[in-house]
């Protein structure tokens, strides 16, 4: 027996909360916790290049704004940094029989639901930063980009796995429209 496209499980317990986006019924499949260490790097990066243009700023003309700006960087800076590492655990995803699943987000919980009738094609990419950790982004392109989808942190086989197969369940898919 198959499942509808629609349901979450198996069990008919009628249709999902439309507050609660992350189901438990379904197998998640978390990112690598590398990413985590990725992200800070990168926002380090960002944070020593604008503290030191503004740091900059201060050495020629000294003002109190400055010092206050660059003070305001470093805690904003602290809290992403907090947060950076619940949103990476918070990033899944999970492969059913006709669609995939993407869960990320802490506040706003996005859940989106990819048929892989409607995929076009689908993108794996790693910068410079994600290769010294050995990861790489899935991306996924539909007809509506509204509807794409990314999954972070993959190692780069399972990145390649998840490539494969979801290419061959569209193609499989769509020849049946």
């Not at 979450?8 to 690598?32: K, M, Y």
């Amino acid at each position: 027996m198959t499942e509808p496209s629609g349901s979450l499980s198996g069990a008919t317990t009628g249709p999902a909360d439309a507050l609660e986006p992350w189901p438990d019924t379904v197998q998640w499949q978390p990112v690598s916790r590398s990413l985590i260490t990725v992200e800070l790097i990168s926002r380090a990066i960002w944070v020593v290049v604008v503290l030191g243009g503004l740091g900059a700023g201060w050495a020629f003309h000294r003002h109190w704004a400055w010092p206050a700006a660059m003070a305001a960087v470093a805690v904003l800076a602290i809290w992403r940094s907090i947060v950076t590492v619940r949103a990476v655990k918070a990033w899944g995803y999970a492969e059913r029989d006709n669609d995939l699943l993407v869960r990320h987000g802490l506040v706003v919980r996005r859940l989106s639901i990819v048929p892989y009738a409607r995929m076009q094609f689908v993108d794996v990419t790693a910068g410079p930063l994600e290769r010294a950790f050995h990861l790489a982004t899935v991306q996924l392109h539909t007809a509506a980009a509204a509807s794409d989808a990314k999954i972070p942190g993959l190692p780069p086989e399972e990145a390649g796995r998840l490539r494969d197969r979801l290419t061959a369940l569209g193609e499989d898919r769509a020849e049946g429209l």
